[in-house]
């Protein structure tokens, strides 16, 4: 019963011409997307033998979210979604090619980086916000299930090729793909119809005017909050999709650092023994959670999520712990070497990083639901641009703390210190209904 329900969902999902082209163009945007970044997470790494310049690396990804996060989901609220996204895609593909001239100077690969997520933050809430608008609330489970499964397919796609392709033919092949992948998707995404806003929003009787954009802006932020803050529903799935993507940022950062300084794998490996099998984690995880999601209680898939992710995170950390404790001769090198030396090692890690993906799965996918079915349509740019928002101030701050105080007490401690907090938040979900009781209270 439960197999033909959740294949008439997807059938369903794959009729709607409208949703198709979001998706098609997902998939493009993702894998181009997903091999940038791990390709220029290594170059940094590579060029600076530092995790805290690493981590800066994720701090200009964020930044341009703490500073025009709330705005650009006005704008995803005030203008047509699909012109958003089609500026985007021409943005996003000349920002990628501008990493050619620039890859030898980190300072310079700081800035595009900023540049294009800039462009990715007006980018994000019209996205987020077409998706429930082309797909009825019926159907929002399964379309984000596979919203879910693109993004961690592209990591295995994009984020596995990224590794390879860099170590046998430098990084210009990345960048130039990403921006042709762009080119593709503008093109693609023009058979989208026109996703004008719900209302049109006035402020002083014009709706035109950047200075009256700004104190639009101001005002319906304002409303966008008192909204969030006034269902609970709405602002613990904000909270929780934050504190997951916070997390794996994070350790995402440090991954460099852990192959080559505890591993002594080549970095560019990580591709393999680190993002493809998190990947097929998601993909097992997504696939079982939309299957058998009516049967459990979203908060227990949430929480049991958390458990899986925080005991993987420890487990991956003290393996090369446990291999030198065992005098296993994988993990007594001193040298860098291809993962296919070290199949040992690389087996423990790829398995610890598949029970990842599969319980970030259990978190995002009915977080995202609950929050998509419970923002009104005229509220959906700015509550999508709040939980960007939120997101970059919990991954910023974290990461550059993580990767300094991985150059200082080592990058194994700060992994077990993130999979020690994600374990203790999900305990915490176990007595979730207290502790927001006693908030009540207050």
């Known amino acids: ?71 650009a989901g006005v704008i995803a609220d005030r203008f047509d979604k699909r012109k958003i996204l089609l500026i985007s895609d021409l943005g996003i593909g000349a920002a990628m090619l501008l990493f050619v001239p620039v ?24 996205e987020a916000a077409a998706l429930p608008t082309v797909v009825p609330k019926r159907d929002l489970f399964a379309a984000n299930a596979l919203f879910q499964f693109t993004p961690t397919a592209a990591l295995i796609i994009g984020a596995s090729a990224a590794g390879p392709v860099v170590a046998n033919f430098g990084y210009n092949p990345v960048f130039i793909f990403g921006a042709l992948a762009m080119l593709a998707t503008f093109f693609i995404r023009r058979a989208l119809p026109p996703l004008p806003p719900a209302v049109h929003m006035v402020f002083n009787r014009q709706k035109e005017g950047f200075g009256g954009l700004i104190v639009l802006s101001i005002k319906h932020t304002k ?137 970030a799965a259990q978190v995002v996918i009915p977080a995202q639901t609950t929050l998509q079915k419970n923002t009104l349509f005229a509220f959906r740019g700015r509550v ?12 910023a701050i974290p990461a550059l703390l993580a990767g300094g105080a991985a150059d200082i007490f080592g990058v194994v401690q700060a992994i077990m210190a993130v999979g020690i907090i994600v374990i203790s938040v999900g305990l915490l979900g176990f007595r979730a209904d207290y502790f927001l009781a006693r908030f009540a209270r207050r």
């Open 103 to 126: 890859q030898d100077k980190v300072l310079l690969i700081l800035l595009v980086a900023f540049l294009l997520n800039v462009i990715f933050q007006f980018f994000i809430p019209a």
């Open 384 to 395: 999508f641009a709040t939980w960007a928002f939120l997101t970059s101030i919990g991954v």
């Open 223 to 359: 409303d966008g909050l008192r909204f969030i803050f006034g269902d609970r529903r709405v602002w613990i799935s904000i909270a929780v999709l934050s504190f997951i993507q916070a997390a794996f940022s994070t350790v995402a950062a440090l991954a460099p650092g852990f192959m080559e300084q505890v591993l002594r794998i080549e970095a560019t490996d990580a591709s393999i023994i680190i993002l493809m099998p998190l990947g097929l984690g998601a993909v097992c995880g997504a696939f079982l959670t939309v299957r058998f999601w009516h049967k459990t209680a979203m908060r227990t898939l949430i929480v049991r999520g958390f458990l899986i992710c925080g005991l993987a995170f420890i487990l991956m950390a003290v393996t090369p712990i446990a291999g030198q404790a065992l005098a296993h001769q994988e993990f007594l090198v001193t040298h860098i070497r291809p993962f296919s030396k070290a199949f040992t090692v690389s087996g423990w890690v790829s398995i610890f990083a598949l029970f990842l993906g599969f319980g």
């Open 1 to 71: 019963m439960a197999q033909s329900r959740g294949g008439h969902a997807f059938g369903k999902i794959f009729s709607n011409r409208a949703f198709v082209t979001l998706w098609i163009n997902q998939v493009l945007l993702q894998v181009s997307y997903n091999m940038l970044n791990v390709s220029l997470i290594i170059l940094v790494f590579h060029l600076t033998g530092s995790n805290t310049i690493a981590a800066t690396f994720i701090l200009m990804a964020m930044l341009p979210v703490m500073l025009f996060g709330i705005f």
